[in-house]
């Protein structure tokens, strides 16, 4: 675990702001930060606070602020503001209504941007939450942009969410109907010192009473927040909510669905970015794009080939069934370091390691390159395959290795097949040996093979 992450968990303020910005710009750094402190989240309880503009949200908050400070509690907010669709700047203003909480080391205020994403939440929110909750920060209060009826984003992330609405906006109806409702555990009507609000909650009543009937029945709770009042009921009707969802498995279901959703958005955004990348051909899936405005390609079938592609193979079932996987090309040099100049400075590739393989006689240098990497295997000895294959042939491609799931049902398909299996270039025999980091390996004869000596490398036991 990084010093980073030690301090963030520490409950430092400063490393935990520095942890949020590296989250924020999608680094590695960043990714790795919260996969340190991942194990120590899951202990806060998330609060979500949303409604349309002007409902008194911020005001809202910084009472309840007010209320857990008085407590002895230790917050974190996540306050989202809407970007500029020109600039992608963002005014961030939550701060100016919270700033009285703003010296509290006890209370750690972000402002974030919602960054083009829809929904209410910002794309780093939840890594915001994560990185909030394993400092210590308990309860961790999420307010939302206030776009409008669909930030519905929420509810995939907060243990409770408040649903915030002022009278006198109109048809008040009309302004909830879409997805707040759904939503809501707590309604909130704030600014309920103006005319309009025991309309209001009567609508509200007989909403609810309409329609699906459900375990937890939301309150309807009145608040002026400019002026503090009905804070303290809005905070017990918070702990009876968080009492309902303690009960049987409620709490632990909710946030399933959230990893799930989560975990769902991360993969979505890994595809769509290795779609457009080079490794996958970028320039290719521009290319359907063309087929597709001239009508030469559905958009379904442009999808499957699309996935084919990159090495999705559709089963009789309907399913995805993984192949073998290109692990490395093995290339048998005299000595590593003369030919790293071309490996790694020439073609930047990063050196993963060098080490000693003793059962195959060889030093081994690792490079990566995209999803499979560059072996190059120096001989430690004179009467190894290696160095064999240097004395007949010189420098150059000693072999191909592919993962396989299951080595012992691969050597199986090659048997049946009538092909040599063998640990060495004399012999054929099969052996399965260890090879780099324990993996279980195996090697395919070059006589049944067209020339070509081919490892197998079975997955789950290390990596060459």
């Not at 606070?49 to 005001?59: C, D, I, L």
């Not at 309907?318 to 090309?329: C, F, I, K, T």
Request: aromatic share 4%; charged share 25%.
């Amino acid at each position: 675990m990084g010093d980073l992450a030690h301090a963030v968990i520490a409950g430092d303020p400063v490393a935990l702001a520095r942890a949020i910005s590296l989250a924020e710009e999608g680094t590695p750094r960043g990714e790795r930060i919260l996969a340190d402190v991942y194990p120590s989240t899951g202990r806060a309880s998330l609060i979500g606070v949303t409604g349309p503009p002007g409902a008194g949200k911020s005001s809202l908050v910084n009472h309840l602020l007010a209320l857990y400070r008085s407590r002895g509690r230790a917050l974190g907010v996540v306050a989202i503001d809407p970007s500029s669709a020109f600039s992608g700047g963002a005014i961030l203003g939550d701060r100016i209504r919270m700033q009285q909480h703003a010296l509290d080391e006890s209370v750690f205020i972000r402002s974030m941007a919602t960054r083009g994403q829809f929904g209410g939440l910002s794309r780093a929110t939840r890594d915001a939450v994560d990185l909030m909750d394993a400092a210590g920060r308990d309860p961790i209060l999420i307010e939302t942009v206030g776009v409008g009826q669909d930030e519905v984003d929420v509810v995939r992330l907060a243990d409770t969410v408040l649903v915030v609405l002022t009278p006198g906006q109109g048809d008040d109806i009309q302004a909830i109907k879409a997805g707040l409702l759904e939503i809501a555990d707590l309604f909130v009507i704030n600014k309920s010192d103006h005319s309009g609000a025991d309309r209001l909650a009567s609508d509200l009543e007989g909403m609810l009473a309409l329609g699906e009937r459900r375990l937890w029945t939301p309150p309807i709770l009145m608040t002026v927040a400019t002026e503090g009042k009905g804070i303290e009921d809005l905070t017990l009707a918070i702990d009876r909510h968080a009492r309902f969802l303690r009960e049987g498995n409620r709490l632990r279901a909710r946030r399933r669905a959230a990893v799930s959703a989560r975990f769902t958005e991360i993969l979505r955004d890994r595809l769509m970015a290795r779609l457009g990348s080079r490794e996958s051909g970028g320039s290719g899936y521009e290319a359907y794009e063309e087929r597709l405005l001239d009508r030469q390609i559905d958009p379904y079938s442009a999808a499957r080939e699309v996935l084919d592609r990159i090495g999705s193979r559709p089963t009789p079932g309907g399913g995805a069934a993984a192949g073998p996987v290109l692990d490395h090309l093995g290339v048998a040099v005299r000595r590593i370091e003369d030919r790293l100049d071309l490996y790694r400075d020439v073609l930047g590739l990063d050196l993963q390691a060098v080490e000693e393989v003793a059962g195959e006689g060889v030093r081994a240098a690792l490079l990566p390159a995209g999803r499979a990497r560059i072996e190059l295997l120096e001989p430690t000895g004179g009467a190894t395959p290696i160095a064999r294959f240097l004395e007949r042939r010189g420098e150059g491609i000693h072999h191909v290795c592919f993962e396989v799931d299951d080595l012992d049902a691969a050597l199986e398909r090659f048997r049946n097949a009538g092909l040599s299996t063998t640990a060495g270039e004399g012999s054929a025999r099969l052996e399965k040996s260890a090879g780099a980091e324990g993996s279980r390996i195996a090697f395919i004869h070059p006589r049944s093979t067209g020339g070509v000596l081919i490892e197998l490398r079975e997955a789950g036991r290390g990596k060459r």
